[in-house]
């Protein structure tokens, strides 16, 4: 029986971090300055093992979970990462099993994903102009691999490829036109997420955002746009198709339009920690319990219960209330 929170939310989607790592230092997630070459990653023997995440997918499923999402920080850096994929495709009742990756591993990994079972993979980018990409990663990576990375994805059949791109006022928002316009009839789904406030590190101000409806309007007035229905209940993004039929965007609007009342999504930490808001203050180990004997129905009541105790809506209530509330950073919990 698929468990509801204190806000009949059911449990149908569960984001799994694959590692804490990235080769990436984005600043809206992983500020050089605070990830240098001294900060200390997990130790791999604190990391869920592939056998222990298959375990808690599967007794996810069994609660109703239908869609797995893994994530990181970069999630292809974890070694066999495509192995995991293969225990996961094989989840009774699982529908949808994608990934979120930056792209720069995925033009050398995307036939290996494909061939284990992956269904999709999105994949994060900023800009298409090279310097601005630069400044935003910190990492020395170009615009062509992650586009060459995109076009293996969608040649290996992950398709449709989304394409996540987080807009920043001031940095990256002249760009949205142009970013719309060089996916539009390629396939592919571009996704424009508002700058959010996750963890304490990425200096995240309300001025800095770029409101859903102010991207919209820009892509509009080049191409018009008309609403699209959700295509299934807790989606995050908002829908728009072209009207000529080239194609459709989607944008994630938790700061100017949250979603909280039909969120329906878990997540899983790499150490094995489940948390059921992206801005939640605190999580629930679910490793001690795998690692200290517990049986699947001891596992599915602790999931039952974190899940029927959830009261989160962070987005909803983010106000004066909910300054100064500690959070988990974004790197750690996946996006």
Excluded at 218 to 234: F, H, M, T
Aim: proline residues 4%; aromatic residues 6%.
């Amino acid at each position: 029986m698929t468990p509801t929170d204190t806000l009949g939310r059911p449990l149908r989607d569960l984001r799994i971090s694959v590692t804490d790592r990235c080769n990436f230092r984005c600043r809206y997630c992983m500020p050089r300055e605070v990830f240098g070459k001294d900060y200390e990653f997990l130790a791999r023997d604190l990391l869920l093992t592939f056998e222990e995440i298959e375990r808690v997918a599967r007794v996810s499923a069994r609660l109703g979970v239908r869609k797995i999402r893994l994530t990181g920080g970069e999630p292809l850096l974890r070694k066999g990462v495509e192995d995991l994929v293969a225990m996961l495709a094989g989840v009774p009742g699982i529908d949808d099993l994608t990934m979120t990756t930056n792209g720069s591993l995925l033009a050398r990994k995307a036939e290996a994903l494909a061939g284990a079972g992956l269904h999709r993979v999105t994949v994060s980018l900023d800009s298409l102009d090279d310097a601005t990409f630069a400044a935003m990663n910190d990492a020395g990576v170009a615009v062509g691999a992650i586009l060459e990375g995109i076009d293996a994805a969608a040649g290996a059949g992950l398709t449709p490829v989304k394409v996540n791109v987080v807009v920043k006022r001031g940095v990256n928002d002249a760009e949205v036109p142009a970013i719309a316009r060089h996916f539009r009839g390629t396939g592919h789904i571009v996704r424009f997420i508002e700058y959010m406030d996750v963890g304490h590190t990425n200096g995240w101000r309300l001025d800095d955002v770029v409101p859903a409806a102010e991207i919209v309007a820009a892509i509009a007035a080049e191409a018009p746009l008309q609403p699209v229905a959700a295509g299934y209940p807790g989606e995050v993004a908002r829908r728009w198709r072209y009207e000529d039929g080239s194609g459709e965007i989607g944008v994630i609007s938790s700061v100017t339009a949250p979603f909280c009342g039909s969120c329906t999504r878990a997540r899983l930490s790499a150490e094995g920690m489940l948390y059921t808001c992206l801005f939640a203050t605190g999580g629930h180990d679910l490793r001690a319990l795998l690692r200290d004997g517990a049986d699947d129905e001891a596992l599915a009541g602790a999931l039952t219960t974190v899940w029927e105790q959830r009261g989160d809506r962070y987005s909803e209530l983010r106000s004066s209330r909910t300054v100064g509330l500690p959070k988990i950073e974004m790197s750690y919990i996946g996006g």
